[in-house]
């Protein structure tokens, strides 16, 4: 537990210990990586503002390992709070929509999944189109086994890392 402290700790500090700089992302593409079903699945995402206040963002995760293998493809959302500008960063809230199937010990579960969601995304000084993203949200997820209703806090380890181009 100690060296967990420790740990987040040292990132938080390496993390915000730098300028960000907020980069206008209207009309680029950013390709890069997401990690938001409700069971992990890490995924490559693209995104894309074709306007100066809304984005949308594609996310698929696959995974083939035997007698536990997973799917997933995921569609959001994004619209920018104009009174929540901050110098740095972009504070946006969403929704999202994804289908997602899951293998464990043989058995096959597939449904979909619903997001509602606020977050953040900055910028590093330095790296000014790499953009870091963190979100929090309430969710749902009906598959064959069970409905699972969840409220959900993620980092940008989960929420992902985008590069614009």
Same mark, same amino acid.
């Given at each position: 537990?100690?060296?967990?402290?420790?740990?987040?700790?040292?990132?938080?500090?390496?993390?915000?210990?730098?300028?960000?700089?907020?980069?206008?992302?209207?009309?680029?593409?950013?390709?890069?990586?997401?990690?938001?079903?409700?069971?992990?699945?890490?995924?490559?995402?693209?995104?894309?503002?074709?306007?100066?206040?809304?984005?949308?963002?594609?996310?698929?995760?696959?995974?083939?390992?035997?007698?536990?293998?997973?799917?997933?493809? @995921?569609?959001?959302?994004?619209?920018?709070?104009?009174? @929540?500008?901050?110098?740095?960063?972009?504070?946006?809230?969403?929704?999202?929509?994804?289908?997602?199937?899951?293998?464990?010990?043989?058995?096959?579960?597939?449904?979909?999944?619903?997001?509602?969601?606020?977050?953040?995304?900055?910028?590093?000084?330095?790296?000014?189109?790499?953009?870091?993203?963190?979100?929090?949200?309430?969710?749902?997820?009906?598959?064959?086994?069970?409905?699972?209703?969840?409220?959900?806090?993620?980092?940008?380890?989960?929420?992902?890392?985008?590069?614009?181009?």
């Amino acid at each position: 537990m100690k060296k967990l402290f420790w740990l987040l700790l040292g990132i938080n500090i390496f993390v915000f210990s730098f300028e960000a700089d907020a980069k206008n992302v209207a009309r680029r593409l950013g390709v890069g990586f997401k990690d938001q079903f409700s069971e992990s699945l890490p995924s490559v995402a693209a995104q894309y503002y074709p306007y100066d206040d809304l984005g949308f963002s594609a996310a698929l995760g696959v995974d083939t390992r035997t007698d536990n293998s997973g799917f997933g493809l @995921m569609v959001k959302l994004y619209r920018l709070l104009p009174n @929540m500008q901050e110098e740095h960063m972009n504070f946006y809230m969403g929704a999202g929509a994804g289908l997602l199937s899951k293998e464990t010990s043989g058995q096959t579960s597939s449904g979909f999944e619903l997001s509602g969601f606020v977050g953040g995304e900055f910028f590093i000084m330095g790296l000014d189109s790499l953009g870091f993203s963190f979100e929090a949200g309430v969710g749902i997820t009906s598959i064959s086994n069970g409905v699972r209703f969840r409220t959900f806090g993620d980092s940008p380890l989960r929420a992902g890392m985008i590069f614009y181009f």
